[in-house]
């Protein structure tokens, strides 16, 4: 790994943006939302997707086909930042990070006008995951182009400030998307957003596509990558020299364990997994769960530029540390405050009524899908999946080999009639928990709604907390990792630790989130794994990861 010469902060690099640096941050992040927004749609309209794309009767099949094509697009962006990611240090940044957005922008709008499975059979699901596989590849190009371009053009001493506005995409395209998707649904009957309305959010990318494309080329290549090539520095073999080296392989790695993978758990668990907690597991009707998120995400965001300009004055890495220990040790509190501020009777029923399933162990199998596609057959595996899918709490007890599946509540033996796990739903919803649509569980969907609820800005202002740990973690990390590889192969070199840690340690967290809970019969049980691998950063970055704020990323040659 190229040892970066450390250079003392001036005032005189403490000055005002420059107007083209200003240009710059715009047209990098403008561009970076629109991948962002373009990435989510799939996740968000996945039930419309399903109901167009896919075959069959089956909605749950249907489900968990998107829902593989949304993970599909996570899974290849490792892959993706390798590409673009050698191509970047090989040829430029901008025009590399230009090819992956127009990639983006036009899988995205083929979404939208691809006809369903009616009219064209299975050649709708086939395409439909080729475009979620190009996303993937291009948002894994994206980023670390994105990343390097601003801090590349960021004055020394300021680079934390100016790349943390690109750490605002993500969130800003969740949002965006979000808003979006809510317009149209408030603005039209459930008939016509399922008939035509969905394919619309996919049919505006093409008009944010054009916007970017024209911005991104009024760009000039950023100046360290021009001085590198006219000096005859840049690498030949970019892959080779950052991963074949052990040196630089090294610090990918500790940049992995030591930074992104805690960053990644905990910014998809104040977002993504907070909402599918407030759906799946907590049963919120998703107009509502998507505003309060929503709301949340919007007092969060300017956190963002908060902590990237506050890591150019204490570091990047006493922050994102601080930002992953807290998370790991609030999480529980926090998640059981918003369960019993929007489905109290839910909680009520978790502490009081008790229910144990007695299997034999070797009948039950660990409940690890994280894409949708295992077919579970035995009657302890369905039984607790189903309910898992009901936020049923059970405990699971050892039985004599060969015995047969029993259940009781409260002590009292209760019947079991199927091998669906429909008949102890039934009978723990008669012992006290909630049904679907059970008038105590928090309901307000609108936005006037959601603002005037007690309960509802009771639970903005956890999901704040949560967001507030996202911006701990993500404002400073762009700047760390540009910093900690030489401008030779820093697009690659930053590219591929950042996109296995967010695309697979967090792209994953809440399949993996559920799988534990089913497994264990604890709504909140899902939390051990961002807490364990937030705490696995936090000790590993704590010894092994350098402070990167006074660095020199003009440093071209291992030294």
Known sequence: ????????????????????????????????????????LAGSLAANISQNFVPGTNDTAKFIF???????????????????????????????????????????????????????????????????????????????????YVAEHAPHGRRGFYTSWIQTTATVGLFLSLIVILTLRLSMSPEAFADYGWRIPFLLSIILLAFSVWIRLQLNESPAF??????????????????????????ALIALLGGTA????????????????????????????????????????????????????????????????????????????????????LVEATDQVKLEIMADPAKCGFLFDPVGVRTFTEPCDVIRRTLANSSIHYDLVKAPAGAPLTAKINGTDVPVTDNTGASLVAAAQAAGYPKAGDPSILKTPTVGGVLTD??????????????????????????????????????????????????????????????????????????????????????????????????DIFTYENK
């Not at 697009?73 to 590399?96: E, H, N, Q, S």
């Not at 949560?466 to 993500?474: D, E, K, R, W």
Request: net charge positive; aromatic share 14%; with cysteine.
């Open 1 to 40: 790994m190229a040892t970066a010469a450390m250079t003392p902060r001036s005032d005189a690099d403490v000055r005002p943006m420059t107007k083209e640096e200003r240009k710059v941050i715009v047209a990098s992040s403008a561009g970076t939302v629109f991948e962002w927004y373009d990435f989510y």
């Open 66 to 148: 998107v829902l593989f094509g949304f993970a599909a697009g996570f899974a290849v962006r490792p892959f993706g930042a390798l590409v673009f990611g050698r191509l970047g240090d090989m040829i430029g940044r901008k025009y590399t990070f230009l090819v992956t957005m127009t990639i983006m922008g036009l899988s995205t709008f083929i979404v939208g006008l691809l006809p369903g499975y009616a009219s064209i059979g299975y050649l709708a699901p086939a395409i439909f995951i080729i475009c979620r596989l190009l996303q993937g590849l291009a948002l894994g190009g994206e980023y670390g182009g994105a990343a390097t």
């Open 226 to 251: 021009k001085k590198m090539k006219e000096e005859g520095t840049q690498s030949k073999a970019p892959l080779t020299e950052a991963f074949g080296r052990w040196e630089n392989a090294k610090v």
């Open 262 to 345: 805690g960053q990644a758990v905990v910014w998809y668990t104040g977002q993504f997994y907070a909402l599918f907690f407030l759906t799946q597991t907590l049963k919120i009707d998703g107009t509502t769960s998507n505003l309060m998120i929503a709301f949340a995400l919007l007092i969060g965001t300017p956190f963002f530029i908060f902590f990237g300009w506050l890591s150019d004055k204490v570091g990047r890495k006493p922050i994102l540390l601080i930002g992953c220990l807290i998370a790991a040790i609030t999480y529980f509190p926090l998640f059981s405050s918003l369960a019993k501020t929007v489905n109290p009777k």
């Open 454 to 551: 007690g309960r509802a800005l009771a639970a903005i202002g956890i999901l704040f907390i949560l967001v507030l740990y996202v911006t701990m973690v993500y404002g400073p990390i762009a700047a760390m990792l540009v910093e900690l590889f030489p401008t030779r192969i820093r697009y690659t070199g930053m590219s591929l630790p950042y996109h296995i840690g967010n695309g697979w340690f967090g792209g994953f967290l809440p399949p993996t989130a559920f799988a534990i809970v089913a497994a264990s019969g604890n709504i909140y049980a899902g939390l051990w794994y961002p807490v364990i691998v937030a705490l696995m950063t936090f000790v590993i970055g704590l010894l092994f990861v350098p402070e990167t704020k006074n660095r």
